[in-house]
């Protein structure tokens, strides 16, 4: 799933995005087939040059430094110091002074930059040298919970099952399928793909392990199979700078159908068996284009079907369930409109399906003769659902009404069924309604049936469904219950699991508890949080140590979810906790509204009053409390690190927003236009001082700062490089303690770091490193 913005959120590898600087989930193997709901998406960009090599050069400005080993704690060698250059901006009669502008450079080819973001790297393997043995044992932990040949659970579709593998030792998987002996049978919760010797062979469409051979970097964005299954259409990212190539082939023979697709977005559908839909962005990478693509022709006698003008708009693109329909949404943070492209005639083009209302966000499916519409307003901010005739849209029946306690979050229709998934008390929940045959009218639904969960807090996530069926499937985790599958029979209630992700290693969850706890905010709001722990390891007498992780932007969610690397600080004693602070969508659309433009602070001091609860209520102390957050959460971990240092021992900022107010003035930045509804536009003086009041980067101050850990990705389109790496030169020319700050750039990635899956885990085995190198919890052996 992906979701737009500046934001990222370290959940695992599925990517709910945003600057949604986005949210990085580590996918679980059980949902890599996930049905792409998600109304927002992932911002490409253009690079001249990149490379993977992280070895020094010497800088400009910088100091010459002996490889000593480094101390327990206070290094012997001297951290990078970058050049300034006085670079001065002025507003409002406000000016700004900042000395290392220069570290922008949009090409990444600037010489005295990469020397200085080499020389960040090269300090940080050093200050961690001492700790690589523990390092390379977290490692060695982390992935041998992983059952490496595994494959995820089959999906129906069609004549065939498809599925991913993973094979022992590879870093990606293969796309399969597997035809199905009796194909013409209902589909039920009960089918099993048949494998062994009687079974239909096993061909495998795409082995992204030797597509990935020739890159540092390598993604697939998108696998769409044509709807007779002859042709598959692929997008390719081999930079991490979210520009893909897309690859049609035909999936048997495996070889190549015309010419490639270049410069697209991971936006990509079929219309019919013989023609694509994509999208196509502007100079700043907003995607601002839909085509017509017809197979076999040159991509520059491709169609345009629309150009959203407009910079404050994106566009996006997703199929009906049915099939039967493209549509393609124009959307800002406040305003969503949509089209509509018949599949059989493609050639009549788009169709204006809600019209362009300011304030209006609505998204649309189609079953039978109806569009049904998911539509939010102001005063509707929760959201409604109604339906219309296909033929006649401006006259719509309420399905759903509005309801102040419930947020209608997606919808998935099938041909005889509705399932819902809505959010109540920022639990998530799933509700499904048997609708009248097609062609008959449809009316206010009530009732319908719930999917029960059990876990006190848990993470749902919809997986793609046979459209024909009456099989709902979904995915399910909790922060002790690892990803599953199930199959849920909507006609009679029932829940097949289909795959549960395996965990090696003596996995129990019986072995951890998960709770719920209320936090009342500064202003008297009462803040959720997730927490988990070992109950055998951990005191809860404040001697434990804790990671409190938060997001806080975009509406996204941040679910309890399940990482089976997070069990190496479980079993080590950590309490790890989510905050779910303002600005985020886990209480519905009003607990998004409280933190964002104006009210922006709620977010911070939201995560201020979760940290003190947690202290007070002695799940941890200042000495053992570390935090973390990514891209959107991590201008969260800079407003925070600014307003009460005192508070933490340790920070880790992915991927860091951290030049709000800068960045948000310069339209030619990619998101930048887009987000001014989401953070608000500074060149109106009221939001230019409110930014720069928490502005990490314009608020760092002499002061002491606890240990922290920062990282970003040279190729990274949502948040650039350049912020972060500020950040570090501004913290060490002025933060007054001896306490450690690292610095790793990946310079062949973007925002979601390396591609492969035992690279991810390295880099979780680097952080928890990190985190207990300062908590002085690394054994003598290591």
């Known amino acids: 799933?992906?979701?737009?913005?500046?934001?990222?959120?370290?959940?695992?590898?599925?990517?709910?995005?945003?600057?949604?600087?986005?949210?990085?989930?580590?996918?679980?193997?059980?949902?890599?087939?996930?049905?792409?709901?998600?109304?927002?998406?992932?911002?490409?960009?253009?690079?001249?040059?990149?490379?993977?090599?992280?070895?020094?050069?010497?800088?400009?400005?910088?100091?010459?430094?002996?490889?000593?080993?480094?101390?327990?704690?206070?290094?012997?060698?001297?951290?990078?110091?970058?050049?300034?250059?006085?670079?001065?901006?002025?507003?409002?009669?406000?000016?700004?002074?900042?000395?290392?502008?220069?570290?922008?450079?949009?090409?990444?080819?600037?010489?005295?930059?990469?020397?200085?973001?080499?020389?960040?790297?090269?300090?940080?393997?050093?200050?961690?040298?001492?700790?690589?043995?523990?390092?390379?044992?977290?490692?060695?932990?982390?992935?041998?919970?992983?059952?490496?040949?595994?494959?995820?659970?089959?999906?129906?579709?069609?004549?065939?099952?498809?599925?991913?593998?993973?094979?022992?030792?590879?870093?990606?998987?293969?796309?399969?399928?597997?035809?199905?002996?009796d194909n013409k049978a209902e589909p039920s919760v009960y089918d099993t793909m048949l494998t062994g010797p009687d079974a239909p062979p096993e061909h495998v469409i795409l082995d992204e392990n030797i597509k990935a051979q020739e890159h540092d970097y390598y993604r697939i964005g998108a696998f769409k199979t044509s709807p007779d299954h002859k042709l598959v259409a692929y997008a390719e990212d081999t930079k991490g700078d979210e520009i893909y190539t897309v690859t049609v082939i035909d999936s048997e023979s495996l070889k190549p159908v015309g010419e490639q697709l270049k410069g697209l977005t991971c936006y990509l559908e079929w219309a019919g068996n013989d023609a694509l839909v994509y999208i196509t962005m502007d100079e700043i990478l907003r995607p601002d284009k839909v085509w017509l693509h017809k197979l076999g022709t040159e991509q520059s006698s491709d169609i345009c079907l629309y150009h959203e003008k407009d910079d404050m708009f994106s566009l996006d693109l997703h199929a009906s369930e049915s099939h039967k329909y493209i549509f393609v949404a124009s959307e800002s943070k406040t305003t969503r409109f949509v089209f509509s492209l018949d599949v059989c005639k493609p050639q009549d083009g788009l169709r204006v399906l809600t019209p362009r209302v300011d304030g209006i966000d609505s998204s649309v499916s189609h079953r039978g003769n109806h569009f049904f519409i998911q539509r939010r307003s102001t005063e509707f901010y929760n959201s409604e659902l109604v339906a219309c005739s296909v033929d006649d849209t401006s006259k719509t029946t309420v399905l759903l009404p509005h309801r102040e306690s419930v947020k209608i979050q997606e919808i998935q229709l099938f041909r005889d069924h509705l399932a819902v998934f809505e959010r109540e008390q920022g639990l998530q929940k799933i509700t499904v309604h048997r609708l009248p045959a097609e062609g008959q009218p449809l009316e206010s639904l009530q009732g319908g049936r719930s999917v029960s969960f059990v876990d006190p807090v848990y993470s749902v996530d919809s997986t793609e469904s046979e459209f024909s069926s009456n099989v709902l499937r979904f995915c399910y985790s909790s922060l002790k219950t690892p990803p599953s599958v199930y199959d849920y029979d909507m006609d009679s209630g029932t829940s097949v699991v289909k795959k549960i992700?395996?965990?090696?290693?003596?996995?129990?969850?019986?072995?951890?508890?998960?709770?719920?706890?209320?936090?009342?905010?500064?202003?008297?709001?009462?803040?959720?949080?997730?927490?988990?722990?070992?109950?055998?390891?951990?005191?809860?007498?404040?001697?434990?140590?804790?990671?409190?992780?938060?997001?806080?932007?975009?509406?996204?969610?941040?679910?309890?979810?399940?990482?089976?690397?997070?069990?190496s600080l479980l079993d080590r004693g950590f309490i790890y906790v989510i905050a779910h602070i303002r600005g985020g969508g886990e209480m519905g659309r009003q607990w998004y509204e409280n933190g964002k433009l104006l009210k922006k602070k709620n977010t911070f001091t939201d995560f201020i009053a979760c940290a003190e609860y947690l202290i007070e209520n002695k799940y941890c102390s200042k000495e053992k409390l570390c935090i973390e957050g990514r891209s959107a959460g991590g201008l969260l971990m800079g407003a925070v690190l600014n307003m009460r240092p005192d508070l933490f021992k340790v920070a880790v900022a992915g991927v860091p927003f951290v030049d709000v107010l800068t960045t948000m003035l310069d339209p030619t930045i990619p998101l930048t236009t887009s987000e001014w509804e989401e953070w608000g536009d500074p060149r109106k003086e009221e939001f230019y001082n409110y930014m720069k009041s928490y502005s990490p980067v314009d608020n760092v101050t002499a002061q002491s700062y606890p240990n922290i850990l920062i990282t970003a990705g040279l190729n990274d389109p949502r948040v650039m490089y350049s912020e972060p790496g500020k950040w570090v030169a501004k913290l060490r020319e002025t933060k007054t303690d001896k306490n450690i700050l690292l610095f790793k750039c990946e310079i062949g990635a973007g925002h979601f770091s390396k591609s492969g899956r035992f690279e991810k885990l390295q880099e979780d085995a680097f952080i928890f490193a990190f985190m207990m190198k300062v908590l002085d919890m690394i054994p003598a052996s290591g």
């Not at 000593?68 to 000016?95: I, L, Q």
């Not at 209320?518 to 140590?545: C, E, F, H, R």
């Open 501 to 567: 992700d395996t965990v090696l290693g003596g996995f129990d969850a019986s072995n951890y508890v998960t709770e719920r706890k209320w936090v009342t905010a500064s202003d008297g709001t009462q803040i959720p949080m997730s927490i988990v722990y070992n109950k055998k390891l951990a005191k809860l007498d404040g001697s434990d140590p804790l990671l409190l992780y938060g997001y806080g932007s975009y509406e996204i969610s941040v679910d309890p979810y399940f990482k089976a690397s997070r069990l």
């Open 1 to 181: 799933m992906i979701i737009r913005g500046r934001g990222l959120v370290s959940l695992g590898t599925h990517f709910l995005a945003t600057r949604s600087r986005l949210l990085h989930f580590d996918t679980p193997l059980s949902c890599l087939v996930p049905r792409v709901v998600s109304r927002r998406r992932p911002i490409p960009r253009l690079f001249c040059c990149s490379s993977s090599s992280s070895s020094s050069s010497n800088i400009t400005g910088a100091a010459s430094l002996p490889l000593t080993p480094p101390g327990d704690m206070a290094e012997s060698r001297s951290p990078p110091v970058a050049k300034k250059v006085e670079h001065v901006m002025e507003m409002f009669s406000d000016v700004r002074v900042d000395n290392y502008y220069w570290l922008r450079d949009d090409s990444r080819c600037n010489p005295d930059m990469l020397s200085y973001l080499h020389e960040e790297n090269d300090y940080t393997d050093y200050v961690m040298s001492g700790t690589k043995q523990f390092e390379n044992q977290l490692f060695a932990e982390i992935r041998g919970r992983i059952k490496e040949d595994d494959i995820s659970a089959p999906l129906r579709k069609g004549p065939y099952y498809y599925y991913k593998r993973y094979l022992q030792g590879k870093e990606y998987v293969q796309n399969c399928r597997r035809l199905i002996p």
